[in-house]
Structure formats: C-alpha cells, structure tokens
C-alpha cells in the first residue's frame, strides 16, 4: 500500500535533491524501477561545495607529493594521501546530516541500500527493494574490482586516465547488465555498450543528436526518464513509453509530483544537450587527484 503521508514529507525533506527523492527513491518504492544509483558527494544538496571542502584538505598535501622525487618516499606518500581522502569523505560526507538523510528515508520506505566506494573521495548510493537485486550488484562490483586489478596490471603510461579509473566503462558485458539492473531499455543499454566498446563518445553522440533533431522537430522530454540516462536515440519508443508510464503513476498520487517530474525530465534533457562541456569540467577536476 503507498502511504501518501510518508511520500510528502519526503517531498518536502530539504536534505535530499528533488531529482533524488523521486527519480532514486520514488520509483524504486513504487517498483517503477529495479534499482537506482546516485554519485556521493556530487548529487547531495550543495555537493560541490561539499567537494571543495575536501579538496580544500587534499590538494596542500597533493602538492607535497609532486615536488617528492624519491620513488619509494613518493608512492608512501601517495599511498598515506589516499588513506586521508578516504578518512576526509567519511567526515565530510558519510558523517553529514544530508547523507544520514538518504538512509534514513531509505529505511523508512523500506529499501535495501548499498555503499560503494569507486575512488577515495567518491562513492555511489545505490537503492533496491528485490534482494536478488542486491546479489547482482554484489556479482557486478565483484567483476568491476576485477577488472580494475587486470587494467592496473596491464596499465601503459600512455593509457587514457578514464579507461584507467573506470575500466568497467568499456566492457559490454557488464555495462549491460548494469544498465538493465538499473532499469534502462534493452536497445538503450545495447547501444550504449556498442558505443563504449568502440570508443564512440556517447555523451558526444547524445548531444547531437538532440541538436541534428530540433532542427526540425521537438523532442519529447519523457524520453530522458532518469537522470544520466543516454537513449540510443531522443525519438526511442521505449524509453518514452517508460517517461509516460512513471508521469502517469505519480500523477495519480499527486499532481504535484507529476509537475516535479515533468520539470525534472525537462532539466534531464538538458543536461544530455550539454553533457559533453559537463564532463569536461569533471575531468578537469579528477585529473587533479593522484
């Protein structure tokens, strides 16, 4: 049974972002979605600020470490810096009171949650009500650590530094069952796979293709139906019959949430139009770290 109380004072917690409290929590509560997955501390509210506090602590010592020339003392210190990125994102971000927040609402909608850190100072939140689901997650971050030892292992000095840190983000296989554990469209997920493994830039691809059709049409926003998702085209039947299908249903437990959703379906589509120039600006900021 939903209980309508619970989902308004949820509405109004001002502790989580309004995109996570229904594209992360609602949807997965009312079975919408299989799981959903949000970055720590990017998407908690004033998460850039919270981001500068740490690098505020990080960077001093990072500095430290570039003007060490000794190899042994260099990696000794690189390796007591991350354990202070780590011990600086425990208290920054795992001790507030916004992620506390997203627990406790996760315990009072009743769902699972899982922590996973990806690098020291990021981490992803991620939200299901099947514990099957939560076996999946456990089998894929198995394989992504795996793939990681095997990439660290074979690492070039030439290799770029996001197939590096995210080696997980070229192997079809396990982008693809991601991509369904997280509820995406079949031919979405394929030809986001497609893409990766062959190197195609799909924030790049989504961009333009957005641009090469409001040239001549308009493009439906229910299409980008979460947050950071990448259709395998703006005009995709599935995915829009999902954006409609999620519209519909928090309608009917509230107008006001369809209004919400229907502005934040409007903003997801912009963020993909301008994707590529966002990326951009987090590369800047990840290439600063060791």
């Known amino acids: 049974m939903i209980r309508t109380q619970i989902l308004s004072d949820l509405i109004i917690d001002e502790k989580l972002l309004d995109r996570i409290k229904v594209e992360n929590f609602l949807l997965v509560y009312l079975n ?10 990017a998407e908690l509210p004033k998460g850039d600020s919270i981001g500068r ?37 425990e208290t920054i971000v795992l001790s507030s009171e916004h992620y506390k927040a997203h627990l406790n609402w996760a315990k009072k909608l009743e769902l699972h949650s899982r922590l996973v850190a990806v690098r020291p100072t990021v981490s992803e939140f991620y939200l299901y009500n099947n514990r099957k689901i939560g076996n999946r997650l456990k089998r894929l971050m198995r394989e992504r650590e795996r793939l990681k030892a095997k990439t660290y292992k074979n690492a070039t000095p030439t290799m770029d530094r996001v197939r590096f840190t995210y080696p997980e983000e070229f192997e079809g296989s396990w982008l693809k069952e991601m991509g369904r554990t997280l509820g ?7 030809a986001y796979a497609s893409d990766r493994r062959k190197g195609v830039n799909v924030e790049k691809r989504a961009s333009q293709q957005i641009e090469k059709i409001e040239q001549h049409a308009e493009i439906e926003p229910l299409t980008y139906f979460i947050g950071y998702f990448f259709p395998c085209s703006p005009n995709c039947k599935e995915a829009l019959s999902k954006g409609k299908e999620f519209h519909e249903r928090l309608c009917v437990i509230s107008s006001k949430l369809g209004d919400l959703y229907s502005h934040l379906v409007a903003e997801n589509l912009r963020n993909v139009r301008h994707q590529p120039e966002i990326i951009s600006e987090y590369r800047k900021r990840a290439n600063s770290y060791p």
């Open 53 to 89: 506090e740490i690098d505020e602590q990080i960077f001093p010592k990072w500095g430290q470490i570039q003007s060490e020339t000794d190899p042994s003392k260099r990696l000794a210190a690189i390796a007591s810096l991350k354990r202070d990125m780590r011990d600086a994102f």
């Open 32 to 41: 919408l979605r299989p799981c959903s997955r949000m970055n720590l501390p």
């Open 184 to 190: 995406y469209p079949d031919c979405c997920v394929d």
